[in-house]
């Protein structure tokens, strides 16, 4: 029974996600078709006079609609993980001057490390690309500015927690980046990892961000938690399953390196 629950919620998710894109391509194929019904139109009354800008719409229309199966494309093929025992603190701060330039010299930047920080076992360079996502979404919502906090933990959690965040019981690494910007609405919140979900202007956003980093925390064994008050700000936490291997050595990447067992 909980099997046939789960199985028809992830079929109207399914269902959302087509209907979404559905939706999306649908409007590019209107420009495409409506361009040309124009165009016709024009020819027929043997008028040429601009004819480029119909032109012009049905090719906008056709090339954003190409990128979007595209964007598609990539996001369903499961990606291809090639985890390997990382510390999140070297991570972090292998990606300061980077977080620094994209966030522009209104927004102060903290970090917190946690001494002894435990590894976890992830694609480091997925994670780089999932912290520097949820630092452009931080950003676009601190417009005038304001203050960015990375902060990591080691996280026991018990039977009870673990299930509060729907995870197995155990040991988590906790990546939390907290923004003083413009938060989010409980309607918002609810619909944050729904691929193509976006409230930004046309061509700022894809919606893909969220949907993607929920994507690979998950296959990563982990968890993604929003925390969000409208005025306060927007705390987006990850939690990934520590990694329990000889660890001996630390690259430049902040990926630790394992031991030969002797
Ligand atoms: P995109 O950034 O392209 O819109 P995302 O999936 O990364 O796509 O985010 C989806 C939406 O979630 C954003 O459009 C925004 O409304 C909301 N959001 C994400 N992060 C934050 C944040 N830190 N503060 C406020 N809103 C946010």
């Known amino acids: 029974q909980a099997e046939a629950l789960r199985q028809s919620q992830k079929m109207e998710a399914v269902g959302q996600l087509t209907g979404g894109i559905a ?33 012009d719409m049905a090719q906008t229309g056709a090339h954003r609609a190409a990128a979007l199966t595209q964007r598609l494309l990539a996001f369903s093929r499961r990606q291809t993980l090639a985890p390997t025992p990382t510390d999140a603190d070297r991570l972090i701060a292998g990606m300061r001057a980077i977080i620094d330039r994209t966030l522009g010299p209104a927004i102060e930047v903290k970090v917190a490390a946690t001494a002894g920080l435990w590894p976890v076992l992830v694609d480091a360079p997925q994670l780089e ?5 949820l630092c452009i979404n931080a950003r676009d919502a601190m417009p005038e500015g304001g203050r960015l906090t990375i902060e990591t933990g080691n996280r026991r959690l018990d039977a009870r927690a673990a299930a509060d965040q729907d995870l197995p019981e155990g040991e988590y690494v906790s990546l939390c980046v907290t923004d003083t910007g413009a938060g989010m609405t409980p309607a918002i919140i609810e619909r944050v990892f729904d691929p193509f979900f976006t409230t930004k202007p046309i061509g700022q956003g894809t919606g893909l961000g969220l949907s993607m980093i929920y994507g690979f925390v998950r296959q990563s064994g982990g968890q993604v938690r ?37």
Do not use: C, W
């Open 129 to 133: 690309s999932a912290l520097l996502n």
């Open 226 to 262: 929003v925390y969000s008050e409208v005025g306060q700000g927007t705390t987006m936490g990850l939690y990934l399953p520590r990694h329990l291997g000889d660890v001996a050595r630390i690259d430049d990447a902040g990926r630790h390196v394992e031991s030969q067992r002797a």
């Open 23 to 55: 939706h999306d391509f649908n409007n590019l194929l209107t420009a495409v078709t409506g361009g040309l019904a124009l165009l016709g139109a024009r020819i027929a009354k043997g008028d040429y006079d601009k004819l480029d800008r119909y032109i």
